[in-house]
């Protein structure tokens, strides 16, 4: 074979022509309006040609491209289309060209629940004798049939549902419709959507063709069923000889279709919610998708084939492994797909589900981009983070050091109690900034709501919520983010003074996102100053005696510092089960410094460690462990610190202990 045209208007055309694209057969897909050229896919392989084509234009058409006996034409066109397919097969008789038919399977269905006709005309004799609303599904083709039958009261109540395209409005106008009476809508359609147009408009008798499952024919009768709806349904032509997709694809490539084995998942950005704010390009891919996943509020008010309340991983997945019918599905993600998402984990779950998948990720407008928008703020002079779903000690901590230090910062919700958390934060804190809450934004209830920290602590209202906090005092950030003795509560708790402190954490070379560990907390001194440093760093501190737990807590809260963790009990045993860390200082072993030594050698991850040593017999015994401990990096340092006090109208320097301070790797 070496020319073939598929002459196209179903749905069986579409997926012929793709799994002959998929397989690198050449072809040409002929299609009458400019609608149907755009549901076609793309591809090298594909040529498409749109225009309506008589006989004549046809046999003209074949003669052109020089088709002869080697050659196909394939007639894939909708089974009423009687002209049209008496058209294709005397244009390729003329030619001397092969023929193939492809036709859809039909329905089996119970007549005891529809009625039958042979055509239009005798089903809209039958209907004049009838009460009630009408709602014809049968295409826009068969509307001048309808009215020639039908009398002028009964076109009144009649209701047309059509595609959404310039000829078929125009066609429905011509017959004499009222645009009240005109539905223009893409299929395919749900049973719930059908019965909803149902419903909504008050429908007692459904019109349709024998359309097959391709053409939504379960779906129409299911509804009609549920909404007590009589249906009357037009018989198929005279039936025709012809072959399924399969084998009319096992006839052209010499071979039964495996696929190219390639599943096509998208992962789509939806917008705030509005489907007006939904890209072209997000809605083609829903349109063209086998199946729809998302969160319930996402798929609810689609009208797709099939889809799936559900946004785990885990769940899409088994899904997609027990139907392999899915070779094409949408995955929707609220607002943006690359902001905060969701999109990053599912990308790596489905890789290593199906590494051969192909994955595509398309943008969509992101909530925080609408409520900028809403309040005229810009949002790249901004901070922007997330707390929905992931709101912790750690998320809350960077989010009070963005409020701190700029005048704007933008945050996603899950909900109410967010906002009474932010509330409580900024008032703890001192600050006095405002609060924007833009709820169920771009929906019918959008509402943006201004709160000063006082009122978002006691707010209350449901729905979608993103916040914008502005802080117009916001502080200048210190470059040397340290905390000097007078800012922790001490009591009669041994503290790191500062000198030693600050020294100490330098030492320890600490990197975004480091786990560190605290050992011997005192006061909390050396863990809280590490966890200010940057909202990133996760801090443990371990402490043996209850009084110093209970004030390493109070200083947390003094300082409103949230990503560090007390852990009251004596090191080794208390470090099991923690976290392995990246840094430790330790700032007193209780006499176990080798025992303690010894459990952090057993992963195999490099802990650079700081120790302060006081005493001598401390001092002797570090020396000795890094020495059979093979340790790298190694660095001692002697710092002996004096502060100048004035007694009696002198000034006099008073000497601290000094600290041998020992920085190594293991």
């Known amino acids: 074979m070496k020319k073939l045209v598929i002459f196209s208007g179903t749905t069986e055309g579409r997926t012929l022509s793709g799994m002959l694209a998929e397989s690198g057969i050449r072809h040409t897909v002929c299609v ?59 244009a390729a008789e003329h030619a001397g060209t092969g023929y193939l038919r492809v036709l859809r ?38 509307l001048g049939s309808y009215c020639a039958s039908a009398p002028e009261e009964m076109r009144e109540r009649t209701y047309v549902r059509v595609l959404p395209s310039r000829e078929s409005l125009e066609i429905c106008l011509q017959a004499g419709f009222a645009a009240k009476n005109i539905i223009a809508m893409q299929g395919p359609f749900t049973a719930s959507m059908n019965r909803a147009i149902l419903e909504q408009y008050a429908i007692r008798h459904l019109v349709t063709k024998e359309s097959g499952a391709a053409g939504g024919f379960p779906e129409k009768l299911e509804a009609a069923r549920e909404a007590g709806v009589q249906c009357h349904v037009i018989s198929r032509p005279v039936q025709e000889e012809g072959v399924d997709v399969g084998e009319a694809y096992r006839r052209i490539a010499g071979r039964e279709y495996a696929g190219s084995g390639v599943r096509r998942i998208v992962l789509a950005g939806y917008g705030p919610g509005a489907p007006e704010t939904v890209t072209d390009e997000v809605k083609t891919a829903l349109e063209r998708a086998d199946a729809v996943f998302g969160a319930a509020r996402l798929t609810d008010p689609l009208c797709v084939r099939r889809k799936y309340a559900m946004y785990r ?21 609220s607002g943006d797909s690359g902001s905060y998402s969701g999109a990053r984990s599912m990308v790596a779950a489905l890789r290593t ?53 700029h005048r704007k910062t933008y945050v996603l919700l899950s909900g109410e109690e967010d906002v009474r958390d932010i509330g409580e934060m900024l008032n703890t804190a001192g600050i006095d900034g405002t609060v924007f809450i833009g709820a169920d934004l771009t929906g019918p209830g959008e509402r943006i709501i ?21 802080n117009e005092a916001a502080e200048k950030r210190p470059i040397v983010p340290v905390r000097r003795d007078e800012a922790f509560i001490r009591e009669r708790v041994p503290m790191t003074k500062e ?25 909390g001194s050396v863990a809280l100053e590490i966890a200010s440093l940057d909202p990133s760093l996760t801090v443990y501190t371990f402490e043996r005696d209850p009084d110093a737990c209970r004030l390493i807590e109070e200083n947390a809260k003094h300082l409103m510092v949230s990503n560090v963790t007390v852990i009251c009990g004596e090191a080794p045993e208390a470090l099991s089960g923690v976290e392995t860390p990246d840094r430790v200082f330790i700032g007193g072993s209780g006499g176990h410094l080798r025992e303690i030594l010894d459990a952090l050698k057993t992963g195999d991850r490099k802990i650079r460690c700081v120790i302060n040593a006081v005493t001598m017999e401390t001092t002797e015994e570090a020396g000795r462990l890094i020495r059979e401990s093979d ?36």
């Open 353 to 405: 589900w199906d590494e051969k998948a192909e994955i595509r990720i398309l943008p969509g407008i992101s909530a925080v981009s609408c409520l900028a928008a809403r309040l005229a703020e810009s949002y790249d002079d901004a901070q922007i983070i997330s707390i929905h779903g992931r709101k912790n000690g750690k998320t809350m901590n960077r989010l009070l050091t963005m409020v701190r230090y």
């Open 499 to 523: 000198s030693i402190r600050h020294e100490s954490i330098l030492r320890l070379d600490l990197r975004e996102g480091d786990v560190v560990y605290d050992i011997g907390g005192g006061t």
């Open 631 to 666: 340790a790298s990096d190694a660095e001692i340092v002697q710092l002996a610190c004096s502060q100048v006090k004035e007694i009696g109208g002198y000034h006099m320097m008073q000497a601290q202990n000094p600290v041998m301070i020992y920085a190594f790797t293991i």
């Open 32 to 90: 009458a309006t400019d609608y149907g050229g755009e549901l076609m896919d793309r591809d090298p392989c594909t040529e498409i040609r749109i225009g309506r084509m008589d006989r004549e234009q046809m046999t003209g058409f074949l003669r052109e491209r020089e088709f002869s006996a080697d050659d196909l034409v394939v007639d894939a066109t909708h089974p009423y289309a009687r002209e049209a397919t008496e058209n294709i097969r005397a």
């Open 313 to 333: 991983a885990e769940e899409i997945i088994r899904v997609l492994e027990e139907d392999p019918g899915i070779r094409s599905a949408v995955i929707l993600f």
């Open 450 to 470: 201004k709160l000063k920290p006082a009122e978002a602590a006691g707010y209350h209202g449901q729905g979608s919520l993103t916040a914008l906090i502005v």
């Open 105 to 142: 399977a039909q329905e089996e269905t119970d007549d005891a629940e529809i009625i039958r006709y042979d055509d239009m005309v005798s089903c809209a004799k039958a209907l004049a004798r009838t009460e009630g609303r009408i709602l014809l599904t049968t295409g826009s083709k068969e």
